[in-house]
C-alpha cells in the first residue's frame, strides 16, 4: 500500500538541491513492459457511457464493476496467489481506502474505547499515520505488534512480503480477540515466490504493486465475512460514493492483457511477471554487488523458495531494499543525502535509523545512478 506522503524511495539528488520534485516511490520501472505492450490496454470510454453510480445494484459492493470481478478472480487463478471462491470482492481507490474501510469493518460500534490496531515493526510507514489521521474514537495506532500485551481486542495488520524488508510473515500477536487484515499488496511473483494460494478471513492487494499502474488507483479487498464486506462497501459509499468506473475499466483490461500474456497455451507477447521477475533480477544482483564493493551497507539475506508460477525456485526480490549501514554510522538517512541520495529513515518504519528503505522501482536511469553512487561511498 502506498501514500504519496510516504512513498519515499532512494532517489539521487542530480542538482545537490533538496527539491520535492519527484513523486517518490512511482513504479516507473513499469514502463518499459507497457510501452513495449503498445496498444494491448488501450480503452475508449464513450461520453454516455459510465453515468450512474451504480455498476451491479444486485452486487454486495454496488459499484464494483463486473468486467473488473472477473478481471481480478482470473487473474489470481493464473498467479495462484489467492483464493477467491467463497470471498466477496470489494473494490477501492486504492488499497489505502481498503486498509481504511477494513479498520471501520472490524471496529465495535459500542466498544467503550477504541480497538487497538498493531503491525509487527519493521512496519509500513503509513499504518500509524493512516490509522489516526481522523482521530477515530473507534480505532487506534498501538505501535508494534511484537511488543502488544494488552487484553481486550485487536486488529493485527500481517503485510507479507513485508515493507519495508520483504521477508514473508505470519501474525505475531498470540492473544485472543485478534483480528487478522493480509495486506498482500507484493505478492507477486516479480517480487517473491508463489509458494501456496493465499485463503485469509481478510486480503489486500492493489494494482500499483501488481502491475505498475499506480495513478489508476484502484485495489480490491477479498473478503470471506459478508458482513464485512458490506461494512467495508458502506465506509466507501460514505468515503467517496463509490469508486471510480473509468480506473476500474482501465484496470480491467490491464489485468487481461497480463493475464494473456502468461497462457499456458502460449502468446505473442513475453509472459508480464516473467519479464518484470527478470528486472527485478537484474536490479537486486546490480544492488548487491554495489553494497559488496562498498563495504558501509548490508541488505537482508531472504532464503531461497520454489515458486509454483514461475517453475523455478529464486531468492525474494523485494519491491524496496532494507538498507543498514554499518560500522559507526547511526543515522543512514542523513549519511546518504550527504551523498546526494535521498532515502527514507528507518525510524518512519517503528525501527533503528540506521536503516532505509530504498525502492528498486524507479526508471532505468534514475535507478542506475544510484547503484553507481552507491558503490562510490567507500569504507
Known sequence: MLCPSDAVFARVDKDSSNSKSHCFGDPTMYEKYWQKAGDKTTIVIPGWQSLSYFSDVRNLCWFLEPEFAKEVVR?????????????????????????????????SQDASEP???????????????????????????????????????????????????????????????????????????????????????????????????????????????????????????????????????????????????CKPSGSEDECFFEFTNHQMSTRWK??????????????????????????RAFEPQPAFAWLKCEQEIEDCESFLKGNKILTRSGKHFGFSPKYVRISMLDRDENYNLFVQRLSKILS
Open 286 to 311: 546490480q544492488l548487491r554487488m554495489a553494497v559488496q564493493k562498498s563495504g558501509l551497507f548490508s541488505v537482508p539475506e531472504l532464503p531461497s523458495q520454489f515458486c509454483t508460477f514461475l517453475g
Open 75 to 107: 487473474l489470481h487463478k493464473v498467479v495462484g496467489n489467492a483464493i477467491t471462491e467463497n470471498h466477496h470482492i470489494v473494490v477501492g481507490t486504492g488499497s489505502t481506502q481498503l486498509f481504511q474501510a477494513a479498520l471501520y469493518a472490524l471496529s
Open 115 to 261: 480497538i487497538s490496531v498493531v503491525s509487527a515493526a519493521p512496519y509500513y510507514s503509513s499504518y500509524p499515520s493512516i490509522t489516526d489521521c481522523v482521530k477515530s474514537r473507534l480505532y487506534k495506532w498501538a505501535g508494534d505488534a511484537k511488543r502488544f500485551n494488552k487484553d481486550g481486542p485487536y486488529i493485527e495488520l500481517v503485510t507479507s512480503p513485508n515493507n519495508p524488508d520483504g521477508s514473508v510473515r505470519q501474525s505475531v500477536v498470540n492473544r485472543s480477540g485478534g483480528i487478522l487484515v493480509h495486506d498482500l499488496a507484493y505478492y507477486w511473483p516479480q517480487y517473491t515466490s508463489i509458494t501456496y494460494p493465499a485463503d485469509h478471513d481478510l486480503m489486500l492487494f492493489t494494482v500499483s504493486k501488481s502491475t505498475g499502474h499506480a495513478g489508476t488507483r484502484i485495489g480490491w479487498a477479498l473478503v470471506k465475512d459478508m458482513e464485512v464486506a458490506k461494512k467495508m462497501t458502506k465506509y466507501i459509499e460514505l468515503n467517496t460514493i463509490g469508486v471510480s468506473k473509468d480506473s476500474q475499466l482501465r484496470a480491467a483490461k490491464v489485468l487481461k492483457v497480463v493475464s494473456d500474456s
